[in-house]
């Protein structure tokens, strides 16, 4: 399998319960992104992880809490959502690391996730 | 703070018609700017990268310019094809930081 794979792709949870989502990326790269896309809203960058270290949080709320067990793997643990954070979440990759000009950065299909 | 527009928010054309999309920013202190191709419930697609020292970039019938300077970048699409209906978005590397911000997206509409 190729590229940046992202699973569930949908997922509908309640307020109170845990669930991950979860980001695979099969291109070698050492950097890996969370994305959040809003309705109407531009995409916004929520964290960044450098070879597994995290590198930027874009005050992102506790609620969400991103795990980088290894280069390849990026998960985002999702406890206690509201509504309002229904949204796609798109996973991205890409080779260059903070500080450098980046090269292009390669995006999974996303998880459309709705909280009831 | 980086901001980034993209005007106009929806375009409709007619097959065969050239395609104009426009993106601005507020912070010139960019490394690069880049064009990407969103199908509606699906990840994106990177479309051109254009470097802060260059003024543009093409690949078959995309072209597109930058001019950093004035905050402004403009993707063409020769010859439209139904097949081209998408979002397109903008987004600019800072130059500190591993971030990129995004415009809003064009929502394009090719009829055929």
New interface residues.
Partial sequence: ETG?T?TPRHLVMGMTNKKSLKCEQHLGHN?MYWYKQSA??????MF?Y?FKEQ??N?SVPSRFSPECPNSSHLFLHLHTLQPEDSA?Y?C?SST????E??????????T?LTVL | KQEVTQIPAALSVPEGENLVLNCSFTDSAIYNLQWFRQDPGKGLTSLLLIQSSQREQTSGRLNASLDKSSGRSTLYIAASQPGDSATYLCAVFKAAGNKLTFGGGTRVLVKP
């Fill in positions: 940046v992202q950097a109407k809203k531009p995409l916004e960058l960044v450098n590198t930027e874009n796609l798109l991205a260059r690391t903070s500080g000009p980046t090269d292009t950065q390669y995006f999974g299909p996303g459309r």
